[in-house]
């Protein structure tokens, strides 16, 4: 099983919802990561969680909200979201070595902000 | 930290010729460096890797090319096909540090029939 399975697949929400993504891998993998994509441009790191603890937050808002259940399970809790946050978010995992692997992505959640 | 840049940002080709997509990178440090492929409304997927160690590495019709001491390193691909049209990231890690990939701005690949 090489599959990041991310749900939901697309999400509809206003400024003053509160929803979270979902994702999970049975990789085994040790690492995993939010990217944040908008149109034409490279997937920008959020989160990194190694060995199910937060290591890299790169700098984002506090109204995006982490969490690593257990080492298979990822979720990124969102409040308060503003229409600039709508994008594709992509889930990926990898083996979490520090030996550079393989991130494996999930088909990613597609956020509009309304 | 980490800066990649790749160019060209676009790029078209006729079937059958070959593409190039070049990447610099600043941390002399980073010794890991992958390329995705990007089909529209599809994930990110791995299509080669090389690492610090290795000058070349080929896979089939792919190949990726690094030079340390330049900090660069390419993408070949050749015997194009429509198929290959895509959004091709490259990205560089630094190993046993922070699992922090950093992308370059991608490349849109277009294969004309």
């Known amino acids: 099983d090489t599959e990041v399975t991310q749900t939901p697949k697309h999400l509809v929400m206003g400024m003053t919802n509160k929803k979270s993504l979902k994702c999970e891998q049975h990789?085994?993998?040790?690492?995993m990561y939010w990217y944040k994509q908008k149109a034409k441009k490279p997937p920008e790191l959020m989160f990194v969680?190694?060995?199910?603890?937060?290591?890299i937050n790169e700098s984002v808002p506090s109204r995006f909200s982490p969490e690593c259940p257990n080492s298979s399970l990822l979720n990124l809790h969102l409040h308060a979201l503003q229409p600039e946050d709508s994008a594709l978010y992509l889930c990926?995992?990898?083996?979490?070595?520090?030996?550079?692997?393989?991130?494996?992505f999930g088909q990613g959640t597609r956020l509009t902000v309304v | 930290g980490e800066n990649v840049e790749q160019h060209p940002s676009t790029l078209s080709v006729q079937e059958g010729d070959s593409a190039v997509i070049k990447c610099t990178y600043s941390?002399?440090?980073?010794?890991?460096f992958p390329w995705y492929k990007q089909e529209l409304g599809k994930r990110p997927q791995l299509i080669i890797d090389?690492?610090?160690?290795?000058g070349e590495k080929k896979d089939q019709r792919i190949a990726v090319t690094l030079n340390k001491t330049a900090k660069h390193f390419s993408l070949h691909i050749t015997e194009t096909q429509p198929e290959d049209s895509a959004v091709y990231f490259c990205?560089?890690?630094?190993?046993?540090?922070?699992?922090?990939?950093?992308f370059g701005k991608g490349t849109k690949l277009t294969v004309n029939p």
């Open positions: 969680y190694s060995y199910e603890k937060l290591s």
């Open positions: 990926a995992s990898s083996q979490g070595t520090g030996y550079g692997t393989e991130a494996f």
């Open positions: 941390d002399s440090a980073s010794n890991y």
């Open positions: 090389i690492r610090s160690n290795v």
């Open positions: 990205a560089a890690l630094l190993e046993g540090g922070s699992e922090k990939l950093v």
């Open positions: 990789m085994g993998h040790r690492a």
